[in-house]
Structures are given as structure tokens and as C-alpha cells.
């Protein structure tokens, strides 16, 4: 019971700093100004970053290692099969990213505030995978992910969340979209996160051998949405730093998070 109790925190932390961050929109009554979305955007995108490689590929390659495999073989695979699968998902699901003007995806009629939801639920896939893979790790009893680590990377996720969820929800306000509903539309676009959690702790216990893959897998998902979504979107518009400022602390935060409590 103990354990299940942590599992059940573990994999709803990411999804409380979304909805945290999605609050925003019932009582902020300006825009968020764009050099903050730009230093928050990067601060995602370092926190990602960080978390792909201390929290996923360096435990892929020691679990390999210590199942006297190829190192490098499932962490390169499952890395490659991430991008892969986002990069599909991007083909595919119609979404509009955040100040862009013209939606990606499959020709949709959806309303943009609708496929701005979808950018950033696109986003949340691999994070709630990521959370809920090394959950799966430290449930399997592997020496390569500890309690505190896994607990490092969902507060990691967390914080990263919270400005997220008022990304998202802020501009819907704009748009004349009312308070609450961007408020449920910024909680809806989080909740994929719990739910990929869920599936992946699943998923895996039921092949164990295969959480090298999904730790990589994780991790290559991540990094897709860092390098097409998140570090664009931060350095759009006139030239600032803000966004390689943002990153740099995001990353050094997650890196601080994981290394001392992993």
C-alpha cells in the first residue's frame, strides 16, 4: 500500500504545477509579457534537457550495462524511436504553437484556441511517459533509479509545468475565451500527463526488460519537443537572451534536483 500511495503522488505532481500554472488565468489580468514567456519557455527547455539525460539516458545505459548488454544499444533505439513517435504525433494532430499564425498538422477546422490546447497537451505526452517510466524503474526495484530520484524529476517536471499551464491558458483569455473555461482548457491539456504516467508504469511492469527502451524512448520524446517547439518559440520575435538565460537555469535546476537527491 505504502508504495502504491507514492506512485499515486509521484505521478500527479507534474499535473498539480500545471494546474497550478493554469490558475493563473482566473485572476491575472494582463498578458504574461513576452521576455517573461521567452525566459520561461527556455527555463522548460533546459529543465527537459537536464531530466532527458541525468533522469533517462543515464539510467538507460547503467541498466543495459548491468543486464550485460550493449550500452549503448537500447538508450540510441529508444532514443531514435521517441523523436520518431513525436515526430509522427507533430505530422499528424492539428495544433497551433504559441504566438505562431498558422497551425501545424493535418488541414483542421478546429478553433485556435483548441489546437493551442493541443500544442501544449503534444507537449505533456513524454513528460507524463518520462515520470511514469522511472516510477516503473524504482517500483522494479532497479539500482540505476531511487525514490529520490524519481521524486527529483516529478518536481522538476512540476515547476517547469507551472509556467506552462499559465502559458497556455493566458493567451486563451486573449482569444475571448472566458477565465474558467481556459482555465479547464490548460487543466485538460495537463491531464494527458497522469494518464501517460499511468500507462507507461503499466506497460512496463508487464515487460520489464524492455525499460532501458522506455527510458530512452522518454527521453528522445522530450528532446523532440525541446529542439522543434520549446527553443524556437523562446527566441522568436526581436533578439533577446532571455530564452538561453531561462535554459541555462532550468537545466542547472534540474541537474542540481536530480544529482543530489538521485
Do not use: C
Not at 539516458?57 to 548488454?69: H, R
Not at 522494479?140 to 533509479?145: F, T
Amino acid at each position: 500500500m505504502h508504495e502504491t500511495i507514492k506512485l499515486s503522488i509521484g505521478v500527479f505532481i507534474p499535473f498539480l504545477g500545471t494546474v497550478l500554472g493554469a490558475a493563473t488565468a482566473l485572476f491575472m489580468k494582463k498578458a504574461m509579457h513576452v521576455r517573461l514567456q521567452k525566459l520561461l519557455l527556455g527555463f522548460a527547455a533546459g529543465v527537459m534537457i537536464a531530466a532527458s539525460v541525468w533522469s533517462l539516458l543515464i539510467p538507460a545505459i547503467a541498466m543495459a550495462e548491468a543486464a550485460g548488454k550493449v550500452a549503448w544499444v537500447p538508450a540510441a533505439t529508444g532514443f531514435l524511436v521517441g523523436i520518431g513517435f513525436l515526430l509522427a504525433l507533430d505530422t499528424l494532430i492539428p495544433h497551433l504553437h504559441l504566438n505562431a499564425t498558422m497551425p501545424e498538422g493535418r488541414p483542421s477546422m478546429l478553433e485556435r484556441s483548441l489546437m493551442l490546447v493541443l500544442a501544449v497537451t503534444l507537449h505533456n505526452i513524454p513528460e507524463g511517459m518520462a515520470v511514469g517510466v522511472v516510477f516503473a524503474g524504482m517500483r522494479a526495484g532497479n539500482e540505476a533509479i531511487t525514490a529520490a530520484g524519481a521524486f527529483a524529476l516529478a518536481a522538476g517536471i512540476a515547476i517547469q509545468n507551472f509556467p506552462e499551464g499559465a502559458i497556455i491558458s493566458m493567451p486563451l483569455v486573449n482569444l475571448g475565451v472566458s477565465r474558467k473555461k481556459a482555465f479547464g482548457y490548460g487543466v485538460l491539456s495537463g491531464a494527458v500527463e497522469p494518464i501517460g504516467a499511468v500507462l507507461t508504469i503499466l506497460l512496463t511492469s508487464l515487460v520489464t526488460p524492455i525499460l532501458p527502451y522506455i527510458l530512452a524512448f522518454a527521453a528522445g520524446a522530450m528532446l523532440y519537443v525541446v529542439i522543434e517547439e520549446l527553443i524556437p518559440e523562446a527566441q522568436q520575435g526581436e533578439h533577446s537572451n532571455l530564452g538561453t538565460i531561462g535554459a541555462a537555469l532550468g537545466f542547472a535546476l534540474m541537474m542540481v534536483l536530480d544529482v543530489a537527491l538521485g
